[in-house]
T-cell receptor, first 117, second 114 residues
């Protein structure tokens, strides 16, 4: 079965330090996309970063980078220089082809990050 | 820019009642989807659509119906509400799932079934 796993229910980090949120996935499809979304306490979903399965370099967006290790099937999110506003739920997601061949986005269970002053 | 608009934002139903959650997007996106999020959990895919007239089931489709008669609208119907359907529902759309496929989310609809 294709699935996506986040094993850290909660994480703490000190302000200005870096933090890594883990994500592993399982698929036999060679073509897929990996995403990270942020959900603050207000509830909206905010897109952070994308990595394609054929991309040779790790994706970066400002303070966010995706540590893509294809052989290990991991797509960890690294947040550098944490800020208090980074406190939120973080979801890893993967776009996969379903039984019909059409793609959909499947989410992991999330990691709650708390940044401490 | 309106983006993805969901209505209603809050709804209370009694067991057995039916209702429709509306979702509309004005970005000419081909891909639309519905997710539910239970407390402390991730988003689970209910149904999705890659274009008008095409719908597919996600992880948790039972108890829900969808249709896609236009590119803009993707309503989610609860046929006979059950307490287990108490959740926050998100509609999301994307230009395409084939590429970067960033999803644009609505603000969510909080449904309580008594």
């Amino acid at each position: 079965a294709q699935k996506i796993t986040q094993t850290q229910p909660g994480m703490f980090v000190q302000e200005k330090e870096a933090v890594t949120l883990d994500c592993t996935y399982d698929t036999s499809d060679p073509s897929y996309g990996l995403f990270w979304y942020k959900q603050p306490s207000s509830g909206e979903m905010i897109f952070l970063i994308y990595q394609g399965s054929y991309d040779q370099q790790n994706a970066t967006e400002g303070r966010y980078s995706l540590n893509f290790q294809k052989a290990r099937k991991s797509a960890n999110l690294v947040i550098s220089a944490s800020q208090l506003g980074d406190s939120a739920m973080y979801f890893c997601a993967m776009s996969l082809r379903g039984d019909t061949g059409r793609r959909a986005l499947t989410f992991g269970s999330g990691t709650r990050l708390q940044v401490q002053p | 820019n309106a983006g993805v608009t969901q209505t209603p934002k809050f709804q209370v139903l009694k067991t057995g009642q039916s209702m429709t959650l509306q979702c509309a997007q004005d970005m000419n996106h081909e891909y639309m989807s519905w997710y539910r999020q239970d407390p402390g959990m991730g988003l689970r895919l209910i149904h999705y659509s890659v274009g008008a007239g095409i719908t597919d089931q996600g992880e948790v489709p039972n108890g829900y119906n969808v249709s896609r008669s236009t590119t803009e609208d993707f309503p989610l119907r609860l046929l006979s509400a059950a307490p287990s359907q108490t959740s926050v529902y998100f509609c999301a759309s994307s230009y395409s799932m084939a590429g970067t496929g960033e999803l644009f989310f609505g603000e969510g609809s909080r449904l309580t079934v008594l």
